[in-house]
């Protein structure tokens, strides 16, 4: 049989046991800690194992977090055969033992025992554009979150502060704005007139300028003789701050995103569907990476979590079946939005008819946008193995 090194992957070290053939352990279980001296200890024990046995050693790992990506490069770089488990088929296959045992040692007993018994699959490697936009979608979402979060706090404090304000701009968090309203707090717009110019620039007409001018020095004189708190005008300044920067990098990351997209023809195709933009059909893209790596569009639809959970046992079958949601949550949460954009206005004929089809079924809102949602992958899938665009 071929060696085999079980790596128990945490965060900043790994557990490995390597082993000569099943059941045979090879030296004993050594930490390797994640940096170039532990990765080098690692492949020196790969060297030792090949030249004992005369065979490549498989690596066994399991995908855990973000952790095992740099293990991962290592071994990719040194040429070594590795295979990735799923955490929910790692956690099924310790469950068959008898025994209760959860240590870092048995958990990489358990990853060659998976090889050797023939449940472990090769893993397939896809383009590196993919996990580039897979970087930039994710963190693009989670900067949104705080960017989103400082705005509902900046409006709290500018109900308290300055009131007025709100109203003068269409939209409130907009950098002119956010400038002008900069300039204000910080007793700074003696000139009103000279403020809005700098600001706005010369993309505005003379008219739009001589209104806005006219109701901010209206505003800037009430304000000034009210009586507001010092430490909240602060905390405000703070909040604008924080949101003048947070739109920089949002649209820093979106430039990003657009230079890697366009390496991938996949982000054109899922963009013809109606109602999916831009950062959808990134994010889609992204999640879903190399399609090829999916048998059929159902595998696809259990990797999103939107496959139904069947229970069933003796005469008794559960007529109530949630979706498993054991998949990516992020590419569930960007087909419910692409439903929810498909449907606004009828954008998408074919969702659009399919939801109103189950909604005469009698089935709940929600219900129907997850069958919404399933529906969408499948046409997904169709596309990106066909490489054409979306077809209405």
């Known amino acids: 049989m071929q060696p085999v090194v079980g790596v128990d992957v945490a965060k900043g070290f790994s557990v490995v046991q390597a082993f000569m053939r099943r059941n045979e352990p090879f030296g004993r279980t050594e930490t390797v800690q994640h940096g170039e001296q532990g990765f ?7 060297g030792v194992l090949k030249h004992e046995s005369g065979v490549e050693p498989i690596v066994v ?9 740099s293990l991962v490069g290592y071994l990719k770089r040194g040429g070594w055969i590795y295979y990735i488990v799923n955490p929910l ?5 310790k469950g068959t033992q008898l025994r209760k045992v959860k240590t870092d040692a048995a958990d990489a007993w358990h990853l060659a ?12 490697d896809w383009d590196e554009s993919y996990t580039e936009l897979q970087h930039l979608t994710r963190q693009h979402e989670f900067v949104t979150g705080m960017y989103v979060q400082a705005k509902l706090n900046s409006r709290a404090l500018l ?11 269409y939209n409130l968090y907009s950098s002119t704005a956010l400038k002008v309203l900069q300039r204000c707090l910080a007793n700074n717009a003696e000139d009103v007139e000279a403020l809005i110019h700098e600001c706005v620039g010369k993309s505005r007409s003379k008219g739009w300028m001589a209104a806005k001018t006219e109701r901010l020095r209206g505003l800037m004189l009430g304000w000034n003789t009210q009586a507001r ?19 920089k990098q949002l649209s820093h990351l979106e430039k990003q995103m657009e230079e890697v997209a366009g390496e991938l023809p996949e982000v054109e195709w899922v963009k013809s569907i109606p109602g999916v933009g831009d950062k959808l059909a990134a994010a889609i893209v992204a999640e879903v990476g190399d399609v090829s790596q999916f048998r059929d569009a159902k595998q696809l639809v259990a990797y999103a979590g939107l496959d139904p959970g069947i229970y069933s046992s003796g005469k008794f079958t559960a007529t109530s079946n949630r979706i498993t949601k054991r998949g990516s949550k992020r590419l569930r949460r960007a087909l419910y939005l692409a439903v929810q954009c498909g449907l606004r206005r009828s954008a998408n004929s074919r969702i659009s008819h399919y939801y109103a089809k189950k909604r005469k079924e009698g089935k709940p809102y929600k219900v129907t946008v997850i069958a919404c949602a399933n529906k969408l992958l499948h046409h997904i899938y169709a596309i990106l193995m066909k490489g054409t665009p979306y077809k209405t």
Do not use: C, N, W
Not at 40 to 46: A, N, T
Not at 89 to 93: L, Y
């Open 40 to 46: 080098e200890q690692l492949g020196d024990m790969l």
């Open 229 to 247: 708190s010092h430490s909240q005008s602060i905390a405000l300044t703070s909040m604008i701050a924080l949101l003048l920067e947070f739109d």
């Open 113 to 124: 025992e998976m090889y050797y018994r023939g449940d472990v699959k090769a893993h397939r």
């Open 159 to 169: 109900e308290q502060v300055f009131p007025d304000f709100i109203g003068l701009f």
């Open 89 to 93: 088929q790692a956690k099924r296959a």
């Open 61 to 69: 790992l399991e995908a855990t977090g973000h952790y095992h990506r």
